[in-house]
């Protein structure tokens, strides 16, 4: 299997794992919705589970990005530089991703380790919240190889430019 094949298995992986914490989010958030305005009981600790999911379904789905490149982008300046220009942009634009990231999985680690050390509970139901953001850290983690091997595809120049200026796999430019 080549790398390129690797990768987007992998980032299709994280997009399927976001998407699923997101329905599970839009069930929870509907569930105690309903359950307030029509019964006067919402489900306990639905705010507090729900911004945790919602952060872990925001870096798994990062991690995808990470590596498709598939965001907007405003590239007023690199349209006016030549490929190689644009290259050099792209790379030292992703650099400073990698380092956002690598900066995020650090802190959310050392928030992990906080909340299993402080036995770190929700409100109502006491339910331990360092599983949540290990999820939450684990999609970061992701995000960082994923950043990570785009940058380095770019960098080697084993990673083109479309014709929108953003990288994309050798391997899949063959396809």
Known sequence: MSLATFLQRFCTT??????????LVTILVVASAVGRYLFAAPI???????????????TWGFAALGYRGSHITVDIVAEALPPRGR?????????????????????????VTSAYASNEQ?????????????????GAAASVVTVGARLVLLVTGRGGLDEFGTARVADEARD
């Open 14 to 23: 994280t997009e399927a794992i976001a998407g699923l914490i997101l329905a």
């Open 44 to 58: 306990p600790d639905a705010f507090d589970l729900s911004r945790l999911l919602i952060g872990a379904a925001v």
């Open 87 to 111: 290259r050099i942009m792209e790379a030292l634009a992703w650099t400073l991703v990698l380092v956002f990231v690598i900066l995020l999985a650090w802190k959310m680690l050392s928030r």
């Open 122 to 138: 929700t409100f109502d139901l006491r339910i331990v919240v360092w599983p949540l953001m290990a999820l939450i850290w684990a």
